[in-house]
């Protein structure tokens, strides 16, 4: 059995977000489109039977290992195993901004359970590690079913889709931002009619918007800024409830020009849009 496994832990997208209603409990009802990006964080996940326990390598900083999703995630598939064979040490390389709207935690979370699924020869479906992932938020099923999404409800309702494989320019202001305050605000937009297909943009994607990126550029100047200086080069957008906002290139040379260009201080990368994560591209070929 292989003891040790390094995985990619993607970035996702939301190509567009529109919140269509809110629940008695208070989550509100979406519909978005996810596309995974090939560029994100790594995650290195070691067997330790002798020493049985989860264990990080290195805490994140502002983020206690209790609240951290990866050692929840490897604690909630660690109960389908006896205890003695339990022990794990993970290491993660982090790239993807945290309070970026791009799912980091999220997507750490899935890559640890599909990771360990894997060591252990667990041989657990998909969907199965989809439910055990979704307590622990709302996007981390569709990083474990690991395909572009159209997605409802509060997000784990997905349906495949394929937007075009496009390349980004993805831009990270310097600020975090609280989704919980964003949803909170009386002003965010809550009843976008529903669409009934997942689009593809095929047509006139302006009727495609972010609901939330009005509050946010109100609530954040420093998001404005990137946003008014993105939009020049054709139409920019926020994913999730931010703070990174993207700008779609058809090649990676014309993505490449315009993120030389940008101005100083602002953080980000250059990225191509995939339909298949890149964390089951690399299961796959282990397999």
Not at 46 to 68: A, C, F, I, W, Y
Request: charged letters at 20%; one cysteine or more; hydrophobic letters at 40%.
């Amino acid at each position: 059995m292989t003891s040790s496994i390094t995985l990619p832990s993607p970035a996702k997208l939301n190509l567009f977000l529109h919140i269509v209603g809110q629940r008695p409990d208070g989550y509100h009802e979406l519909q978005t489109l996810f596309q995974f990006l090939d560029y994100g964080d790594e995650i290195t996940l070691s067997l330790t039977p002798e020493q049985p326990g989860v264990r990080l390598e290195s805490s994140l900083p502002g983020v206690s290992d209790e609240d951290n999703l990866i050692i929840r995630a490897a604690k909630a598939i660690a109960n389908k195993i006896p205890d003695e064979l339990s022990g794990v040490s993970i290491r993660i390389q982090k790239r993807l901004p945290m309070g970026g709207g791009l799912g980091g935690g999220s997507s750490n979370a899935a890559t640890t359970l599909l990771g360990l699924n894997h060591l252990w020869g667990l041989k657990l479906e998909l969907e199965e590690l989809a439910q055990i992932g979704l307590p622990l938020g709302a996007d981390v099923p569709v990083f474990v079913r690991g395909h572009a999404a159209f997605g409802e409800g509060i997000g784990e309702k997905l349906t495949p889709a394929f937007p075009p494989e496009d390349w980004f320019v993805v831009l990270k202001p310097a600020c975090n931002i609280n989704t919980g305050k964003i949803f909170s605000v009386k002003g965010l937009t809550r009843d976008t009619a529903r669409i009934t297909i997942a689009p593809a943009f095929e047509g006139d994607a302006s009727r495609y918007r972010n609901d939330c990126e009005d509050v946010v550029l109100k609530l954040y100047p420093e998001v404005k800024q990137s946003m008014d200086w993105l939009t020049q080069f054709g139409p920019a957008r926020l994913t999730g409830t931010g703070a990174c906002i993207f700008g779609r290139f058809p090649t990676e040379s014309a993505a490449r020009i315009i993120w030389e260009s940008k101005p100083s201080g602002i953080t980000g990368f250059v990225a191509k849009g995939v339909n298949v994560s890149p964390l089951h591209q690399k299961l796959t070929e282990l397999e």
